[in-house]
């Protein structure tokens, strides 16, 4: 049988103004969070994996790292398909980098010791692209980003993606860390009856000494990509805005400024 | 003394420019912290000249590894030889995709940290300091490195610069790791739909999600044509993985860089890695219904509205005013 787990993170809603605490350089993590978007891809794609018999998926597992607020990530994650959670959350975790963090989830990942794991393309906040990268390095597994088709025969995936020439078509064997791109699929949403069943799928919340991680490995001790406080960079005039209200005065507008600028 | 290794992108015999970009930034960035640049080729048929040619932009020493291109895996443990065998503080990528997944693999391995999307470094007090765009470029971040710093650069941030010249080839070692065996690339580079050309455009109406449909792309062609002559289409990498326009006429991290004289976004939301394709477009429009979408803090001109009322009023307008 196969065990995906799917990896997901907790993000600022995106109708929240993100901020950066300039004095840190870190970002400003309070107010409404959500389940970060691209995550919502990958669990799909373990969903669809399992329903369309392609692996024998008996469980999907979603892991996040991240403070107790990520419960909440982790119920949105349970209530769109997954089996159980697991949350590491321990105060010595503030201020990992993304290094530190794949770190400490792929110390999760091998406790689970799954055949696939599954991530979205990037998080919404810090945008890395890389975090699937560092957990495959960790357990010396092969990993692959933006992937936008995923084929499973045996232990096989055949994945395509778009990389800097074009299509690339890549074989990977499992285990494997395969980062999903959002154009594989178009995920679903959750029904009442399992967004109110959420919460009583198993969650199990584990520190650090818990999980047995080297706390120097993470946090502000484990970081070794150092953020400056940040600044902002020379100012560009704003742009012109038209609010549609009446299309034909819009269209007239907009040809004006296209012509003063002799564009047309 | 600290050197800096670039991982030196390639395809059918041509250095990517992004490479060549960053070997130039690394060699200047090197002679301030007293030490050199140095440059790695991941291929099964790396040409001595192809390789020896990026001398001629700053580059001082060539590492040549025969391993399957276009895969992350075999560039981390070609890096990670290079890197055990000299004194390197920092290793540099032009911007890309592999760079993001080998840059975070090898700093995993050697216990360095990854700055990604960086757009420029400077030397400070005898270390590299990367400069890293956030929250939609509206604020950017220096970051600093505790033990080997990876810096994997934003499309287009540094422009080749010509110094040096060709130099000698090494070729080097590798030893494959196990993830290396399990990975196997079938095709790279495949081009999917027709061969449109949107460089050499001086119009770009570039369709988005929000077109909706393959079909909808009408839409941006009537525009196109309404403009004349050296108008095109364009797309995001949104609806060219959607299947609704041809990957030649991408925009973007993954796609092409333009410049035209008027880039036109239609349901375009401008996202990081589309706008590092168009940003140097001498006059940005852009409509999209949703106020808040990115587009809006570098367009010159906003239209905040629904494309599929105002594009092709707009073209007719257009049509009527050029007579
Ligand atoms: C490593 C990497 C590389 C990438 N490379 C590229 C690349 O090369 N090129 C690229 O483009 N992207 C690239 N992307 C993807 C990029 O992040 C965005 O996902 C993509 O650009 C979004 O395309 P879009 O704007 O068409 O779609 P969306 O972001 O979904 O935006 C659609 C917009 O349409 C608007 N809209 C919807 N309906 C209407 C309507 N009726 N009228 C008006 N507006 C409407 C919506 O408000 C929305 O803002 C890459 C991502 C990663 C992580």
């Known amino acids: 049988m196969t065990k995906i787990v799917v990896l997901v993170k907790e993000v600022p809603d995106a109708a929240v103004q993100k901020q950066v605490d300039t004095s840190t350089g870190l970002l400003d993590r309070s107010g409404e ?52 959670s ?3 959350t321990d105060p010595g975790l503030a201020a990992s980098d993304v290094v530190a963090t794949g770190y400490a989830l792929a110390e999760i990942v091998k ?58 078509t890549v074989k990977v064997q499992l285990p494997a860390v395969i980062s999903v791109g959002d154009a594989i699929n178009e995920p679903r949403y959750p029904s009442l009856k399992a967004i109110m069943g959420a919460k009583k799928k198993p969650l199990e919340s584990l520190s650090l000494a818990d999980a047995g991680i080297d706390a120097s490995k993470v946090g502000e001790e484990g970081r070794k990509a150092v953020w400056q406080a940040a600044k902002e960079p020379p100012a560009k005039a704003p742009g012109e805005i038209i609010e549609d209200e009446d299309t034909a005065q819009t269209v007239e507008k907009i040809v004006t400024w296209l012509d003063d600028r002799k564009l047309i | 003394m600290t050197n800096i290794l670039v991982y030196a992108l390639h395809h059918e015999g041509a250095v990517n420019k992004n490479a060549l970009g960053a070997i130039s930034a690394a060699a200047k960035a090197a002679g301030e912290l007293g030490g050199e640049a140095h440059a790695l080729f991941v291929g099964e048929d790396v040409a001595d000249d192809v390789a020896g040619s990026v001398g001629s932009y700053g580059a001082t020493k060539v590492f040549r590894a025969k391993a399957p291109a276009g895969l992350a895996q075999p560039i981390v443990d070609a890096l990670d030889a290079v890197l055990s065998q000299g004194d390197y503080g920092y290793v540099l990528f032009g911007g890309g995709l592999l760079g993001f997944e080998a840059g975070a693999a090898i700093a995993a391995r050697r216990g360095g940290g990854i700055g990604v999307e960086i757009t420029g470094i400077r030397v400070e007090g005898g270390e590299l300091v990367a400069e890293r765009p956030i929250l939609g470029d509206t604020q950017i971040s220096d970051i600093t490195f505790r033990g080997l ?175």
């Open chain 1, 33 to 84: 969070k959500t389940l970060n978007p691209f995550d919502t891809h990958a669990i799909e794609a373990a969903l669809q994996l399992k329903e369309s018999g392609a692996l024998p998926v008996d469980e999907v597992v979603a892991v996040t790292v991240g403070p107790d607020s990520a419960v909440k990530a982790l119920q949105k994650a349970v209530s769109l398909g997954a089996d159980r």
């Open chain 1, 86 to 88: 697991v949350h590491l």
């Open chain 1, 111 to 168: 406790r689970e010791n799954p055949d696939l794991v599954l991530a979205g393309q990037q998080s919404d906040d810090g945008q890395s692209y890389a975090v699937g990268a560092v957990v495959a390095e960790h357990l010396g597994w092969p990993a692959l980003t933006q992937v936008i088709k995923l084929e499973a025969d045996g232990t096989t995936l055949t994945c395509e993606r778009q990389a800097e020439y074009g299509y690339d």
């Open chain 2, 149 to 323: 710093g990876v810096i994997a650069s934003r499309l287009n941030a540094f422009e080749p610069v010509q110094s040096g010249s060709p130099v000698a080839v090494e070729d080097i070692d590798v030893t494959l790791s196990d993830a290396s065996a399990k990975v196997e690339i079938v095709t790279r580079g495949e081009q999917r739909g027709a061969d449109v050309n949107i460089e050499d455009a001086q119009v770009l109406v570039t369709g988005g999600r929000g077109l909706g449909s393959a079909e909808n792309f009408s839409v941006a062609e009537d525009l196109a044509s309404a403009f004349g002559g050296t108008a095109a289409v364009a797309a995001t990498r949104a609806a060219v993985d959607a299947g609704w326009f041809p990957y030649a006429g991408q925009i973007g991290q993954t796609g092409k860089t333009v410049a035209p004289k008027l880039y036109l976004g239609l349901g375009v939301s401008g996202a990081i890695q589309h706008k590092v394709g168009m940003q140097s477009a001498d006059n940005i429009v852009a409509i999209n219904k949703d106020g808040n979408a990115p587009i809006f803090e570098f367009a010159d001109l906003g239209v905040v509205g629904d494309l599929h009322a105002i594009a092709p009023a707009l073209a007719e307008a257009i049509k009527a005013k050029k007579g």
